[in-house]
């Protein structure tokens, strides 16, 4: 009997793991899915999915697929695969897929939040950043209208001038961005069609210390004008970013949907 690919939802806290794709030595939400996948069906299954979150990265709408027997309906399959996973990874919404379904090569548009605090905190110190400045909003806000569009981001990631993708280098469009003020934090929130390691941590790095009169608003529009590897970006923490969904058709919205 042929396996049957299924898809499904991923939520997992990236506090003890050291990123989503299976290196050997450490833990990662791959391989405890995999391990989990194992014990029900009794041989290696592999997982894949649409982001390789970095480590201490968290996801609310990770997704991912994996190709099984259909011994089990998905809801039965989804009760005994959370029977299986710690309590740092939960797994929803799992259906079967068709066979040529693939959860990264087919995405669309991903969407990511980051939260930066106003104030130190205790019980969900492991979900944000702290960066103990005061921070002007609306320098913010226009750094981020800025980002919409198709731009080179080698400037805020890990990537050298001329690296990253094969096909792509460090080029991503970006449908969405923008922040959104409450009176305890401010979250970051960006959607685009592909992101470069490190990104979204550079670019909030970046508007942070813009946000703070570090380096001015030109000087950050001109990293992304002409791509260079400045010394200045500052990665925020991995702690305050998270994955919040995957869109497999044409992104429909002006600004990303808040929950």
């Known amino acids: 009997m042929l396996d049957q690919r299924y ?4 939520e997992y806290d990236g ?13 990662t939400v791959q391989e405890i899915l995999e391990t989990a996948l194992e014990r029900i069906f009794g041989h290696l299954i592999r997982v894949n999915g649409a982001g390789r979150t970095d480590a201490g990265v968290h996801a609310l709408g990770q997704t991912a697929h994996f190709d099984a027997p259909p011994k089990l309906d998905p809801s039965k399959l ?10 740092d990874v939960r797994i929803f919404n799992i259906q079967k897929a068709a066979a040529d379904f693939h959860s990264r090569h087919l995405a669309k548009w991903r969407w990511y939040r980051y939260r930066v605090f106003k104030r130190p905190r205790a019980v969900e110190r492991q979900l944000g950043w702290f960066p103990k400045y005061r921070l002007r909003s609306e320098v913010l806000q226009q750094a981020a209208h800025y980002l919409i569009g198709a731009h080179d981001f080698t400037s805020f990631s890990c990537c050298r001038v001329g690296e990253g ?3 792509h280098g460090a080029s991503c469009i ?3 961005a923008g922040w959104e003020l409450s009176p305890e934090e401010w979250r970051f929130h960006i959607v685009a069609n592909r992101f470069v390691r490190h990104m979204v941590r550079g670019l909030v790095g970046a508007m942070v210390d813009v946000g703070r009169d570090r380096f001015d608003l030109g000087e950050f529009t001109g990293l992304l004008d002409n791509p260079r590897k400045p010394n200045l970006i500052y990665n925020a923490p ?3 970013l998270c994955l919040m969904q995957v869109g497999y058709e044409d992104y429909p919205y002006q600004q990303p949907r808040i929950p």
């Not at 506090?15 to 833990?27: D, L």
């Open 165 to 167: 993708d094969i096909r």
């Open 238 to 240: 991995a702690r305050g």
């Open 78 to 87: 989804q009760l005994a695969l959370n029977g299986q996973l710690p309590q």
């Open 15 to 27: 506090t003890e793991f050291a990123g989503w794709q299976w290196q050997p030595g450490v833990r």
């Open 7 to 10: 898809r499904f939802n991923v």
């Open 174 to 176: 970006v449908y969405a």
